[in-house]
């Protein structure tokens, strides 16, 4: 289904397209008759027939997707009141004909809060299809959209994959307007703007482009919209298909667009002058520019005591550096460089690796193969299921490896240490890319010794260098050094009341107002 | 165009004009001024002072344009030809015997047996890729890696203090001036090095007025901190081999590294500082490597997003790198080059142009 979704223009031309909205269909003049026969043919959409009595009887109909509109409101607020109500009216009855019905209806009978006039055929599609109600008055081009959205939705719960210990306990959800309401009462000022669009020709999915006036500077928004508007496929199902379409290097293994299902987390990213993109139908929010020590921060480091964080932090940038390279450096050491391990432990090693009849680098290999398959297979099971699959993985598999002779003990804890440092890392993305380079790493450890090493970490630095997300250098306030941001929020974070101007990393329009007062 | 800040002009050039100087400075000053090689070295590096702000006086009258490109101007076109091509072949040479002497320092300490092809075509690699880059992306490469260098060498100089010999620090200038003199010619072509990339490098500087008063002291700034950083080195060796071992030894800074032990538990750290010797390396070689590229530019006008034009000095690179064997004959080779090509070129090239230039002016003001 997924690829039948996202079939682009090519294959198009041999095959029946669907319709779509860029099809010149979308533009015609709008008649109850077309719509009819462009959506009547799925059991989902509803048409509600009923006269209207005016100087003339009026036909009219109601179009509806059932499961996606408040039908109470439509029965109270429309139906009974166009149906019943109207006849009370004598006045406006005798005004009433299917040219002045939809301006009546709006201005003094209708009181649903959300209308208004639309005369293409493409927009009535639309709001149809988005939830809303549409009628129609005989064949005339004229219909009304009354606001009547409404469908099961999930509460607002914490997220999973990003808990706190300290901090709100709400998250995201799939449903657009939760999540922009979510961010309009964090931040209560007329600056923040939420900008709508559609993409997918197909899909039509609704996405809301936000920040905050001023502080976001208006060519990151501008970069945005133009990359999103750019984009052109059939269904967005998930935030994801955006990033992909958005980032800067699509061949880089990091990250470029920070995402989260937190509302604080986005709320403060605003605030530091970043623009968000809310997808419809995930809880997932997309922020950009990202740079890399964005992904070593979590939300907690702001809501726990500055000294407490520096520690914390401490720890996260030691432990991605132990999960990215501690297997290559047991891999180097034990292979080109047992000089710089002190001899008692040279000869533990050494002892350890007697019965192992491979060479260090496919004893790594194996067993970080190992870890990798454990932990995918861990992910998508069951919690409680998940965690039997972790114990199985490290106790048994471990313990038989290191007695079956296939790995030494040495090399058993290296991998625990390196599983166990990977989950300091609070961006899944970014853990995803330390995992991912710690093969080719690997590699080189086990070819070059540090040589290789060297060549692994200063191409990555090279890579890493050389990458922007929106005009932001990657690994800025390193390179290019902001000495403020860097000393302020970066490998520490000073406290609250200290930090009285915003880090001048995104360069935001007003840098000297203070942010984080 | 591409433009870098006052910040990383200032670590791009502490981060060239350092390069692998640490490994012969010491060795070089030692053999013309023995115990008092480390009174040789900040005199040595400022002698690019003046260089420098010559060059810094023509950019300011030629905005946009390299002093190849002004001494086609102000020496003629043919003339400023014939530099640019001695400009190319002395960088791609002198970029060549660096990219040998990587090989040759990790074989000679940590990993005899890779073959010398891994190492040179690892770094080159790694030129290429940020030569491709452009000068932005080396700039900042150079603000991750050069602070990590000087704490290299602060580390290596910390724990040698426990080795130190303090007998050999003195007689404190025991023979009189002359070996310092001596000593001090002998290593002044690194601060030339330095000034031939400045030669190339002035088109990607900003150009307002505070940046270029930033500018001048970015030149002042990396040739102390880089002038103090070697007279460490060098000091350290001498007090720790004495002035005769320093002499002997092609890679002192190695030997260091090799003796290194904390708390009588890790020694044997080199291969671990040979980690961040790389680095310097990969600056060096690569900003050789940009110089050649810009006297392309400037002389064969090649375009710049062109990967053939890499791969093509990359291999010109690595052909040059196989033709001195290491050791004692590649030292011999780099110190000749720096001896009779790097500095007198430089000398009479920057002083030509500059000279030219302030004869013009005058001339047009009578």
């Known amino acids: 289904m997924l690829k039948d979704l ?73 139906l009974k009141v166009l149906m019943f109500d109207l006849t009370r009216q004598p006045e406006l009855i005798r005004k009433l004909t299917t040219a002045s019905a939809p301006k009546i209806i709006m201005e003094r009978l209708a009181p649903a809060n959300e209308m208004r006039q639309i005369s293409k055929l493409g927009d009535a599609l639309d709001a149809i299809l988005s939830g809303d109600a549409v009628l129609f008055f005989g064949e005339s081009a004229t219909a009304l959209v009354i606001g009547v959205r409404a469908w099961p939705n999930r509460g607002v719960n914490e997220p999973e994959t990003e808990s706190a210990i300290r901090g709100p306990r709400e998250g995201f959800t799939e449903t657009l307007r939760i999540n922009t309401t979510m961010l309009r009462r964090k931040i209560k000022n007329p600056s923040l703007h939420f900008i709508s669009l559609k993409i997918g020709t197909i899909t039509r999915t609704d996405i809301v482009v ?14 945005v919209m133009r990359r999103l508007q750019k984009i052109e496929m059939d269904g967005v199902l998930e935030s994801g298909y955006l990033e992909e379409m958005i980032e800067d290097s699509p061949y880089s293994p990091f990250p470029q667009v920070h995402f989260t299902e937190r509302p604080d987390v986005v709320a403060a990213d605003l605030l530091e002058g970043k623009v968000a993109v809310i997808v419809d139908g995930t809880p997932i929010v997309l922020v950009v520019p990202a740079v890399l020590a964005r992904f070593l921060q979590a939300s907690e480091d702001y809501y726990e005591r500055a000294m407490v964080v520096i520690l914390v932090r401490f720890i996260r940038y030691l432990g991605t550096v132990v999960a990215l390279l501690s297997p290559s450096i047991y891999i180097a050491t034990t292979t080109f460089h047992q000089e710089i391990l002190p001899t008692s432990l040279a000869l533990n090693v050494a002892m350890g690796r007697e019965g192992v009849p491979f060479p260090a680098l496919l004893e790594a290999l194996f067993m970080i193969l190992a870890l990798e398959i454990l932990q995918e297979a861990g992910i998508r099971l069951p919690r409680a299921s998940g965690q039997a699959i972790g114990i199985v993985g490290a106790l048994v598999v471990g313990d038989a490896a290191v007695k079956g002779g296939l790995a030494s003990p040495i090399m058993v804890v290296v991998i625990g240490l390196t599983a166990i440092s990977s989950y300091t890392i609070p961006s899944y993305d970014l853990g995803i890319a330390i995992r991912l380079l710690r093969f080719p790493l690997m590699i080189l450890a086990g070819t070059m010794g540090f040589f290789g090493i060297g060549l692994g970490m200063y191409g990555l630095l090279i890579h890493l260098v050389s990458m922007r997300s929106f005009g932001t250098p990657y690994l800025s306030p390193m390179a290019p050094l902001r000495i403020r941001a860097l000393l302020q929020d970066t490998f520490f974070r000073v406290p609250w009341w200290a930090l009285k101007r915003r880090p001048d990393l995104l360069d935001t329009d007003e840098p000297n107002l203070g942010g984080k007062k | 165009m591409e433009r870098i800040s006052t910040h990383q002009f200032t670590m791009l050039s502490a981060g060239v004009l350092l390069g692998t100087t640490f490994f012969p400075v010491a060795q070089l000053a030692a053999g013309a001024a023995g115990r008092d090689a480390w009174w040789c070295v900040l005199p040595a590096y400022s002698s690019g002072i003046p260089f420098g702000l010559m060059i810094y006086s023509l950019m300011g009258k030629y905005p946009g344009k390299n002093l190849l490109q002004i001494s086609e101007i102000t020496l003629g076109k043919w003339a400023g030809k014939l530099v640019g091509l001695l400009y190319i ?111 190339g490098i002035i088109t990607f500087l900003p150009t307002e007025e505070q940046d270029k008063r930033q500018l001048k002291t970015g030149i002042w700034r990396s040739i102390i901190i880089v002038g103090v950083l070697n007279t460490m080195v060098t000091l350290t060796e001498i007090m720790v081999f004495g002035p005769t071992e320093t002499q002997r030894l092609n890679y002192g800074v190695l030997a260091l590294g090799k003796m290194v032990e904390f708390a009588r538990t890790f020694a044997g750290v080199e291969s671990i500082f040979m980690l961040i010797w790389l680095g310097a390396m990969i600056i060096k070689v690569g900003a050789l490597f940009f110089m050649a590229f810009w006297g392309m530019q400037s002389v064969f006008h090649i375009r710049r997003q062109n990967w053939k034009w890499y791969f093509f000095l990359g291999g010109v690179f690595l052909v040059l790198a196989s033709l001195p064997e290491g050791g004692v004959e590649l030292l011999t080779e780099i110190t000749y080059v720096d001896d009779h090509l790097i500095l007198p070129f430089t000398v009479s090239w920057v002083l030509l142009v500059w000279g030219v230039e302030r004869w013009r002016k005058g001339v047009s003001k009578q």
């Not at chain 1, 319709?19 to 989902?44: F, H, I």
């Not at chain 2, 075509?121 to 900042?140: P, S």
């Not at chain 2, 002359?178 to 990339?197: A, N, Q, R």
């Open chain 1, 6 to 78: 996202t079939v682009r223009t090519k294959s198009r031309k041999i095959r029946q397209a669907p319709w779509t909205q860029t099809d010149a269909d979308g533009e015609k003049p709008l008649s109850a008759s077309r719509v009819r026969a462009v959506l009547g043919k799925s059991s989902d959409i509803v048409f509600r027939d009923f006269i209207m009595r005016g100087a003339e009887d009026i036909p009219c109909s109601l179009a509806v997707v059932d499961g996606l509109v408040d039908k109470s409101i439509l029965d109270e607020f429309v």
């Open chain 1, 210 to 223: 936000v920040y905050i006036e001023n502080l976001a500077q208006q060519d990151v928004v501008d970069e």
């Open chain 2, 89 to 199: 072949l002395i960088s791609a040479y002198f970029g060549a015997l660096l990219l040998s002497q990587v090989a040759d320092a990790f074989r000679r300490s940590v990993l005899p047996f890779i073959p010398v092809s891994v190492y040179w075509g690892g770094v080159i690699l790694l030129v290429i890729l940020l030569a491709w880059g452009g000068i932005e992306v080396f700039a900042r490469f150079t603000e991750i890696v050069f602070p990590i260098i000087v704490l290299g060498l602060v580390a290596t100089f910390l724990l040698a203090i426990p080795r130190f010999e303090w007998e050999e620090f003195y007689p404190v200038l025991g023979n009189g001036l002359k070996p310092v003199f001596w000593g001090t010619l002998k290593i002044t072509p690194f601060s030339m090095e330095y000034i031939l990339f400045l030669a």
